[in-house]
């Protein structure tokens, strides 16, 4: 059954992403599948998977150069009819961007899980493939993330030492010594000097 | 009155799946104070080994302390770094717990730890060999004196 249309005519948009992001989560409540005709940096035609059904959201940058909704077909017949390989709901954006949203990804984090998780918040099935790919890339940003942070303990040690001169800290880490960005995090230590005068 | 420092692990279950390893004290007005904190990969013996150094380092008074823990198998390899100065007590809470899995003689525990006297310890005891042996060869296994008042 179709759904109201979260967009009117003549809506604005902060950034092309947020349209997209947008048309997918419209997609995925209402189960049709959707194409890009054009994209280019002034403008996004999004139709219908199936050529012969009618639904399409069109914008483009309006005077102010703001991104403006300029044509909307709402209604989308095709329901039930597009490929499931590809609907929204197995894309890898969708998926990156909503697996977190439910799930803490972690190496241990089998694929069923997120599979799982879907189904219960969103009643959908995803392709068992697309959930295995999104797990890898959210396992790999979770890993460079946490070397990306990792990488600022040095400067938060140097910070608090400077704060207050008489704290213990002590950093452990492997790898090169004459490069930090390829050292591998494995023990901090701090004992701030109001514990070792207050010890008794 | 020795000076106190209680040992423990925990996971960090948030953003980074790491282990926070943490030495509590006790400060002037009896309050708990936070000694040093250490966030390491796992709690094994290298990382305690690590730890405990540093700690030493940085409060060495802690070498006259009285140490208590819950008996964590990297923790227990590590004591060495310590010196044998030190006296080491073993955690009721976490021994009761682990203690539980003997069915039907778990409300036994805490009258044999706060036993006041070695009579009194032993007859507790015998009433626990009595009703269950298994329960009772475990506890007899671990040393009395670092975990009873006896």
Request: hydrophobic share 40%; net charge neutral; aromatic share 10%.
């Amino acid at each position: 059954m179709n759904t109201p249309s979260p967009f009117q005519v003549n809506d604005l948009f902060r950034d092309w992403s947020v349209l997209r992001s947008q048309i997918e989560e419209w997609a995925v409540k209402d189960r049709f599948a959707f194409k890009v005709q054009i994209k280019d940096s002034q403008q996004a035609d999004y139709i219908c998977r199936t050529p012969e059904y009618q639904w399409r959201v069109f914008a483009s940058h309006n005077r102010n150069k703001e991104i403006q909704l300029k044509i909307l077909n709402e209604r989308h017949t095709c329901i039930g009819r597009a490929s499931t390989i590809r609907e929204v709901h197995n894309s890898q954006s969708w998926l990156r961007r909503k697996v977190p949203e439910h799930l803490f990804v972690t190496r241990d984090t089998t694929t069923r899980q997120i599979i799982d998780i879907l189904q219960l918040n969103y009643g959908i099935t995803v392709n068992t493939e697309a959930a295995r790919l999104a797990r890898a890339s959210l396992v790999n940003d979770r890993i460079e993330h946490q070397q990306e942070q990792f990488l600022k303990i040095p400067a938060y040690l140097e910070l608090l030492r400077e704060r207050n001169p008489w704290i213990h800290t002590s950093l452990h880490t492997v790898g090169s010594e004459h490069n930090p960005e390829a050292q591998h995090f494995q023990h901090v230590f701090i004992c701030p000097a109001e514990s070792q005068l207050s010890f008794i | 009155m020795r000076p106190f420092v209680a040992l423990d692990g925990t996971f960090l279950k948030a953003r980074f799946v790491q282990t926070l390893l943490l030495a509590v004290g006790i400060d002037g007005n009896g309050q708990n104070l936070i000694l040093a904190w250490g966030v390491v990969e796992s709690e094994n013996t290298d990382s305690w080994t690590w730890f405990l150094e540093r700690l030493k380092q940085a409060i060495p008074q802690v070498l006259e302390a009285t140490f208590i823990s819950d008996r964590d198998k990297g923790l227990m390899a590590a004591d060495h770094v310590l010196g044998n100065g030190i006296n080491q007590l073993i955690c009721c809470f976490h021994l009761h717990q682990n203690f539980k899995r003997f069915r039907n003689v778990e409300h036994l525990f805490w009258p044999i730890a706060k036993a006041k006297s070695e009579e009194d310890f032993h007859t507790r005891m015998n009433q626990l060999q009595q009703i269950s042996p298994d329960a009772a060869n475990y506890l007899q296994k671990i040393d009395k004196a670092m975990w009873t008042d006896v």
